[in-house]
């Protein structure tokens, strides 16, 4: 009983650390599952995957752990765990980068899975063995050889002479995080698929509004990842070396995720002008809000998951007072006005990192 006892206690703190290391896409995952677990329970939703489906989503669920792969290891802790065990350190290495390769293809294992029981026919299901082996492969290569490259490095004095912007370069850095990636792609993804149903199907007149609604719901994913990137600035250097302020930063998030996004802001403003301009004003106005409220929420003081919470039930109030009548947005002046508040009141505590 107290070695079942202990084992608990592990699979807790590792299921915390788990937790910790990336809240944003974690939350974001048990949304869309649970959401899917409830339609399929309730029979809203009737599960059939063709093999044209089947192919478009596998590209992406590949994507997604290659690019999580780039995320920064500090394996200085683990040297030290095992400094009196008798591996060498590319063992170290390798077993471990093998478990995260496996952690982080995770959600490609489950939904092959799933697609097994819905394939109408079996014939492509020898690919599944070999999908999963290619992906924690590519996932595994990626990790070990950028670690090596990394030692490799720090061994080496760099001498080349830098031709961007150091402001350019560090806004980068701090800004994109494997977080943050993943949550563009998703969102960026969406958003493509959304616009070719409708254009394909030619619903853009019968149903305007759905339209709106998902292409900002779309949109307004990505802009989460930002909630995550603010742990990651140097705060330090930004408020005790430069001494920034709180417009410097917000003006700052702000150009970052406007060129991120903003070539599918614009697609957004031109389609949705051709299918009805009051209503993709109304929905654009949605869309700053929900930027705006989020780039506040981000830059404040508070616990990563409350942040998440707030800026999820903003994006839902704001697109359901979207729906109404247009006198009824003036009330969405309130969380732009609140969150300001809060954010430049609690910005000087990033200050004692």
Not at 266 to 290: A, E, Q, R
Request: glycine share 2%; hydrophobic share 55%; proline share 2%.
């Amino acid at each position: 009983m107290t070695l079942l006892l202990f084992w608990i206690k592990i699979l807790i703190n590792r299921i915390n650390n788990l937790f910790k290391s990336s809240p944003v896409i974690i939350i974001w995952a048990a949304v869309v599952i649970g959401a899917f677990i409830f339609a399929i329970a309730n029979k809203y939703i009737s599960i059939s995957i063709d093999e044209n489906t089947l192919f478009f989503i596998i590209p992406f669920l590949l994507l997604f752990p290659l690019i999580s792969s780039f995320e920064n290891n500090n394996l200085l802790p683990l040297l030290i765990r095992y400094s009196k065990s008798e591996y060498s350190n590319k063992i170290i290495y390798i077993k471990y980068f093998l478990k995260q390769a496996f952690i982080k293809n995770i959600f490609l294992i489950i939904f092959l899975i799933a697609a097994y029981y819905s394939l109408r026919e079996k014939i492509y299901l020898f690919l599944f063995p070999v999908i999963i082996i290619l992906s924690v492969t590519l996932s595994f290569l990626f990790m070990y050889y950028k670690n090596v490259y990394l030692n490799k490095k720090i061994k080496e004095v760099n001498t080349k002479k830098r031709h961007i912007n150091p402001l350019i370069k560090s806004t980068l850095h701090e800004y994109l995080t494997p977080d943050f990636i993943v949550l563009a792609l998703l969102s960026i993804s969406l958003f493509i698929i959304i616009l070719m149903e409708f254009s394909q199907n030619n619903l853009y007149l019968q149903m305007e509004t759905q339209f709106f609604i998902y292409a900002s719901i779309a949109i307004s994913i990505g802009f989460l990842g930002v909630v995550e990137s603010i742990y990651n600035i140097y705060w330090m250097y930004q408020t005790i070396i430069f001494s920034n302020d709180y417009k410097y930063h917000f003006k700052r998030t702000a150009i970052f995720l406007a060129g991120v996004f903003g070539l599918f802001i614009l697609i957004f403003i031109i389609s949705g002008g051709i299918v009805n301009l009051k209503i993709m004003l109304k929905y654009f106005l949605c869309i700053c809000v929900i930027f705006t409220v989020t780039i506040n929420i981000a830059l404040s003081k508070s616990n990563i998951i409350f942040k998440i919470i707030i800026i999820s039930i903003n994006i839902i109030l704001t697109i359901w007072i979207s729906t109404l009548n247009f006198i009824f947005l003036l009330v969405l002046t309130f969380p732009v006005i609140i969150s300001y508040i809060k954010a430049k009141n609690e910005y000087w505590e990033w200050t004692v990192l």
